[in-house]
């Protein structure tokens, strides 16, 4: 009896190769929720702008690609309802509906779609991990931006300046962390 893992088949995100059951898929859940938020306490707050550079995007799309579609979207759903609760685990801290609370929506639809490309082996590659991160970072500014220039009643130049101009390099240097993360995983999964 051989003790080796088997390649994963195409259609698996990492989740799925840990022994399925309802626990795990609730576990998976309330850990991505959990990810999410201690990501969002990584927060610096940018100058001129109501919206801080964190963590948060970072877990939002790394539990997406890891967890898949259904179970991503689960897990930011619980992430934003329990921050509508008062859990303090929102950007900085805090809880409820702010002028940024568009890129939690956004995170929401981000990790459904790049956890639905994770399935037809968007994870799998450094290129297409790049791809796949770039259109994920895409979505959550484009719910972001708006949002935040409807609800700070401010001019559309205005929430780009402030919500997307000043975020792009520290994007683009977490799009190139998880493309190193999420490939070099199966890799490791794929030797054993």
Do not use: C, H
């Not at 579609?69 to 950007?91: D, E, K, Q, T």
């Amino acid at each position: 009896m051989s003790t080796a893992a088997a390649p994963a088949r195409p259609r698996e995100v990492l989740a799925d190769l840990l022994p399925a059951s309802r626990v795990r898929d609730v576990a998976l859940v309330l850990g991505g929720a959990a990810l999410t938020g201690l990501a969002a306490q990584i927060s610096v707050p940018v100058p001129g702008s109501p919206v801080p550079v964190t963590g948060q995007t970072f877990a939002a799309l790394l539990v997406g690609t890891t967890l898949g579609a259904s179970r991503g979207l689960a897990s930011l759903v619980l992430y934003a309802l329990a921050g509508l609760a008062g859990v303090p685990w929102f950007a900085g801290g805090t809880s409820g509906v702010s002028v940024s609370f568009g890129y939690i929506l956004g995170m929401l639809l981000a990790s459904t779609v790049v956890g639905a490309l994770a399935r037809r082996g968007a994870d799998r590659s450094v290129l297409r991990m790049a791809g796949t991160m770039l259109l994920g970072e895409a979505i959550i500014y484009a719910v972001g931006v708006p949002y935040l220039a409807y609800a700070a009643d401010i001019s559309a130049s205005a929430a780009i300046a402030a919500g997307l101009t000043p975020f792009l390099l520290g994007d683009a240097l977490k799009a190139a962390l998880a493309m190193g993360v999420t490939p070099t995983a199966w890799k490791l999964v794929n030797k054993g």
